[in-house]
């Protein structure tokens, strides 16, 4: 199994959330996060001149998949989210050891 983590546009969400049910994903979590990455924030005019806000809005989306499906729900992900500029997120994947569904203690490949 496979946990995704996607950081995204928040204007993106609604997109990604249809192309991942579209390929048949439903378990998600959304997390509103703020970070920077390349483009180190985002310069602003003010009355008494330019300032700099450094950490921009984000939602960072979370899943489990299974190890056959991750690519294409990272591929659904890329899909809807790419608008073309600096600052339409990352995507990490890491694996996963084990998942327990609490309600039923069901396990493994199962819980998922």
Do not use: N
């Amino acid at each position: 199994m496979k946990k995704i983590e996607a950081i995204i546009r928040e204007e993106r969400l609604e997109p990604v959330r249809k192309a991942l049910e579209l390929a048949g994903f439903a378990g998600l979590t959304v997390t509103e996060v703020s970070g920077r990455g390349k483009q180190k924030g985002v310069p602003l005019q003010w009355r008494v001149g330019e300032y700099r806000v450094e950490f921009l809005p984000k939602l960072k989306l979370e899943m489990i998949c299974h190890d056959d499906d991750c690519q294409v729900a990272v591929d659904a992900i890329v899909k809807a989210a790419r608008t073309g500029r600096i600052g339409d997120g990352k995507i990490f994947i890491m694996p996963v050891e084990q998942v327990v569904r609490i309600r039923t203690g069901e396990t493994g490949s199962e819980a998922v």
